[in-house]
């Protein structure tokens, strides 16, 4: 499956922005599918996931209760709505399908990544 994408800016503090990730060739509905950030300096890190079919997510400490994925099957598109964001929210978000993940003590840890999506930059100003 490829994978597109879009929905990034700059923002102020408390702002939100929603990512798109549009997906092509298969139905995303039948991946998982993870966003992933790097921030600059910083390793990538995994924040949000979702699984298959009944759809349901897991989200790493530093965006839990800001961040919510969702799916909508019929545009073959997942979504990260990011609200309340923070300066340390700053970073390229990429969307990626993987075989596997699982939380552990608040890290989202993530198995064989199979498809990369372009990054899109989100820069949230203080």
């Known amino acids: 499956v490829q994978l597109q994408a879009s929905g990034g800016g700059s923002v102020q503090a408390g702002d939100s922005l929603r990512l798109s990730c549009v997906g092509s060739g298969r139905a995303l509905s039948d991946y998982r599918v993870g966003w992933s950030r790097q921030a600059p300096g910083k390793e990538r890190e995994f924040v949000a996931a979702i699984r298959g079919g009944g759809g349901s997510t897991a989200y790493a400490d530093s965006v839990k209760g800001r961040f919510t994925m969702s799916r909508d099957r019929a545009k073959n598109t997942v979504f990260l709505q990011m609200n309340s964001l923070e300066s340390a929210d700053t970073g390229v978000y990429y969307c990626?399908?993987?075989?596997?993940?699982?939380?552990?003590?608040?890290?989202?840890?993530?198995?064989?990544?199979?498809?990369w999506g372009q990054g899109t930059q989100a820069t949230v100003s203080a």
């Open positions: 990626a399908t993987m075989t596997y993940f699982r939380l552990v003590s608040g890290t989202l840890w993530v198995d064989d990544v199979e498809s």
